[in-house]
């Protein structure tokens, strides 16, 4: 079993930033993709961004050239570093790791972006 706990989010203005951590623990032997993804009210999960078990990053068109994902392999841990937010980031961030065909999430972390 894999368990994902993320950390960070929190209320911003526009323009500000934010670090976004998610740890993973359990079952993990081998070093597996993970991902950033979020859901803002009424509407569906999106990605956010992924990171390849080599490193190799993808990000939406939405967070291109604002956020940017890595990942520390020693400690299973992936950031995703948001910065020029703006009001439509608001939304529940949830990490993502795939391992053996299956998907683990964590439980989210928000982030609200307001004046």
């Known amino acids: 079993q894999v368990q994902l706990v993320e950390s960070g989010g929190g209320l911003v203005q526009p323009g500000g930033s934010l670090r976004l951590s998610c740890a993973a623990s359990?079952?993990?032997?081998?070093?597996?993709?993970m991902g950033w993804y979020r859901q803002a009210p009424g509407k569906q999960r999106e990605l956010v961004a992924h990171?390849?078990?080599?490193?190799?990053?993808n990000y939406a068109d939405s967070a291109k050239g604002r956020f940017t994902i890595s990942r520390d392999n020693g400690k299973n841990t992936v950031f995703l570093q948001m910065n020029s937010l703006k009001p439509e980031d608001t939304a529940d961030y949830y990490c993502w790791l795939g391992r053996y065909a299956m998907d683990y999430w964590g439980k989210g972390t928000l982030v609200t972006v307001s004046s």
């Open positions: 359990g079952s993990i032997f081998t070093i597996n993709p």
């Open positions: 990171i390849s078990s080599t490193g190799t990053p």
